[in-house]
């Protein structure tokens, strides 16, 4: 099996089309490859999607940035995976926000009516895509809820909390810059959080590390 055909077979939905459909689509020039460099813009705030985009090696992420200049990551995508795929079906085809690549990455693209075509086709591969859309919605949903109606400190517990395991300290893997604008914050404003809640005896802060003080906190 040719490695960029593995890739598709894992990617939720395609894992429904039997692997002789994947290599028909190759084989009829269904799909085209791009590939990216890190750090390149792949499509814009704005830009008009037409088509379905599936990241098949590398990360990238998605990111909005108002007029004043300030960015919010939405998410971090890692290969195999669908790119914006809501807004190719969508009647506003708009992408919201910018797709950059955070590390050398291979995108496929394929035009929308065949992905109608495999689905009038197959019930089970148009089942997978309506639940995936339907997960995409949760996740925007998650993220509204998120970056509106949390305080900074909030924000800060949340992610800490998803990072628990159990242990009294959290390795961030990410750059206070990066959780800036994953929260929706100025970095000054996310440090003068942090330390609000080192003055409150709930964690302290060393670097990447960040001991949970008050583990019982973290175990709701």
Do not use: C
Request: glycine share 4%.
């Amino acid at each position: 099996m040719h490695p960029i055909i593995d890739k598709f077979s894992k990617i939720e939905v395609f894992k429904k089309l039997k692997i002789v459909e994947l290599e028909e689509l190759f084989k009829n020039r269904d799909i085209i490859f791009e590939e990216y460099e890190e750090g390149v813009l792949i499509k814009s705030q704005g830009e008009v999607i037409d088509e379905i985009m599936i990241l098949i090696n590398g990360k990238v992420k998605a990111e909005m940035t108002d007029y004043n200049g300030k960015s919010l990551m939405v998410e971090e995508i890692d290969a195999p995976n669908f790119l914006a795929i809501n807004i190719t079906f969508s009647k506003e085809e708009k992408l919201p926000v910018d797709i950059i690549t955070l590390k050398k990455s291979l995108v496929a693209y394929m035009k929308k009516d065949k992905v109608f075509d495999l689905a009038m086709k197959n019930r089970e591969f148009l089942k997978a895509l309506v639940e995936y859309l339907g997960s995409k919605f949760y996740f925007i949903s998650q993220k509204l809820w998120f970056v509106t109606l949390n305080s900074l400190k909030d924000k800060i517990l949340i992610y800490l909390s998803s990072k628990f395991d159990g242990r009294e300290v959290v390795i961030l893997d990410k750059t206070i810059e990066q959780l800036s604008q994953l929260f929706g914050s100025t970095r000054p404003a996310l440090s003068r959080a942090f330390s609000q809640l080192e003055k409150e005896g709930i964690i302290k802060k060393e670097g990447n590390k960040v001991y949970l003080l008050d583990k019982d906190f973290f175990e709701k």
